[in-house]
Each structure stands twice: as C-alpha cells, then as structure tokens.
C-alpha cells in the first residue's frame, strides 16, 4: 500500500536500552522527518533528511541518531534511552516539489 | 533560529461563531502549512501557502500569509462542533519544517 508507515505503533523500553524507530514511505520523497510531540511543546524536529545519505540535526538531536541509506527508509535510534525520550513520536515525508508533507500514523515510546 | 509562535494556545468557541488563529515565524521564509490533528491521531494537512498574500479557503476555515510580517492567520467562520481539534502551523525555511505549539480548539454548542 502506498503511504508512510511507522513501526511499531507502541513500545515500552527500559532506560539504557537502545531502540530504533522504523519509518518507510512508498513515494520516493526526498525529504524526511522525525519529530517528537510532548504536551505543551507541539511538535519538535529531532532530524531531517533531504535525500539519501544526507541528514541534518533539528531543535532537540541530542540522544538520537539516525541514517538514510535507501531513499525510502529512515529509521530513527535511541542509543541509550532515558525517561526523558518518553514520547509520540511521528515520522513525515514530502517531495521535493509536492511541498505537502504526509504524517505516519506515530509510535508511542514510553521509557521505564 | 527560527521560532514560530500560535495564539491562542486555547480556544473555547461557540458553535456559530468566528475567530482567528494566529501564527508568527522569526525569519523569512514563503512556505507555510497548516495541519489538524484529532486527539490521538496523526496530523492531516490542511492549507499550503507558498507566497506573500496567498490565501485559500477549505469549508469554514481560511488561510493567508503575509511574508514581510511574518505572519499567517487562519480564520474560522461559523464554526462547527467538527472543527474541534488541535491546529499546527508549520514554517518551512530551510526544508526543516518547524511546528508552533498548536491551537487547541474546543467547539461548544
């Protein structure tokens, strides 16, 4: 099915785990995006990506790392997670042209 | 760095009636969205605007840019109970895409 898709949907880690957060779109989108949404804070960039093999830090990228190796992945890790990272997490996609950017439907990170 | 900034962060409307959603940006930038997101949902894109004056119209809510003061409002005429929701703008500056903290909108009867 064409779209974005993120995996899993929910998960519960323990503090000091590492974790990685799966982003996939079928659209061949050049550019990508992690956010994270907090109460009170609205969505924050983590990382972004303008194309395969290039990505750039966002507002809060510390504790995060991220990699693009196929234009149509781009997974999200947590090396060492912290309550702190506790969060919604939500992956998007846009062409380079289509200025529109499509959300996934988010994972839901809770750090015990 | 660029900061973007919505008021109020939220708005408790009665059916019927109009209201404004305001959203201020720190730095030039001529590409700006607007989503809603449901409570527990993901985020549906709502209006793109990509140059000084652009406005377009969805319904019961409009919105329009003005480049030079940074600012895009997003107008809400008649509202409905449907329109509850939590709104986000976004700037777009360096293809980086930065969210405000969102309008949480409550529609009353």
């Known amino acids: 099915d064409a779209g974005i898709t993120q995996s899993p949907r929910y998960k519960i880690t323990e503090t000091g785990r590492q974790v990685t957060l799966m982003c996939h779109q079928t659209?061949?989108?050049?550019?990508m995006f992690w956010y994270r949404q907090d109460l009170g804070h609205g969505l924050r960039l983590i990382y972004y990506?303008?194309?395969?093999?290039?990505?750039d830090k966002g507002e809060v990228p510390d504790g995060y790392v991220v990699s693009r190796s196929k234009t149509e992945n781009f997974p999200l890790t947590l090396e060492s997670a912290t309550r702190s990272q506790t969060s919604v997490y939500f992956c998007?996609?846009?062409?380079?042209?289509?200025?529109?950017?499509?959300f996934g439907q988010g994972t839901r990170l809770t750090v015990v | 760095e660029l900061k973007v900034e919505q008021n109020p962060l939220f708005l408790s409307m009665q059916e019927g009636k109009n209201y404004t959603i305001y959203c201020n940006y720190s730095?030039?930038?001529?590409?700006l969205y607007w989503y809603r997101q449901d409570p527990g949902k993901s985020l549906e894109s709502l209006f793109v605007?990509?140059?000084?004056?652009a406005v377009k119209q969805e319904g019961r809510l409009m919105a329009s840019l003005d480049t030079k003061a940074r600012l895009s409002t997003l107008h809400i005429t008649a509202a409905v109970h449907d329109l509850s929701a939590t709104y986000f703008c976004?700037?777009?500056?360096?293809?980086?895409?930065?969210f405000g903290a969102g309008t949480r909108l409550t529609v009353k009867p």
């Open positions: 998007a996609s846009r062409g380079a042209r289509i200025t529109e950017a499509f």
């Open positions: 976004a700037v777009d500056a360096s293809n980086d895409m930065r």
């Open positions: 659209w061949s989108h050049s550019y």
């Open positions: 990506s303008a194309a395969a093999d290039i990505t």
């Open positions: 730095t030039t930038s001529d590409r």
């Open positions: 605007l990509l140059s000084n004056g």
